[in-house]
């Protein structure tokens, strides 16, 4: 079995650093604060992250708006995540408002409510051994609130669909 490596990149110098960087950008959408990460890693200094990180976003790899539209997108159609949790990771990217409600904007109001009826659905047909009818909204709802959903939703479609 294969062990998962866990090293730091190898220190870089400007040019290598600049090459480096350019492929980590272009494998997927990336923000300000993972490429500033990535390129302290390589060792290097401030000004020239920052330099670095001029020239990418002059050259197109880095944008955060399009981040935050492809990262919210992302986390709402494959992981099922809503609005919150969303919200807050971008937030702990360091995205700014514009973009975090440029991102939301792609979430569809009737997809929302939708996929979150499916993860109702799901976990009601999980938790039917469970006998208290209450005990069971209860863990349905704590986990679409864990999956950022707003609790007015879920208490709202957990009641409408109870049939």
Known sequence: MEQFDNRKPPKKDYNQSWIAIQKFCAYQERCHKEVRTRLYEYGLHKEEVEELIYRLIESNFVN??????????????????????????????????????????????????????????????????????????????????????????????IQKNEA
């Open 64 to 157: 955060e708006e399009r981040f935050a539209v492809a990262y919210a997108r992302g986390k709402f159609r494959v992981k099922k995540w809503g609005r919150l949790k969303i919200k807050s990771e971008l937030k702990l990217r360091q995205i700014s408002d514009f973009c975090i409600k440029k991102g939301m904007a792609e979430i569809n109001d009737a997809d929302y409510e939708e996929t979150l009826l499916q993860l109702i659905e799901k976990k009601r047909r999980d938790y039917r051994q469970t006998s208290n009818e209450y005990n069971r909204n209860r863990k349905i709802a704590n986990y679409c609130f864990n999956k950022g959903y707003e609790s007015s939703l879920i208490w709202e479609l």
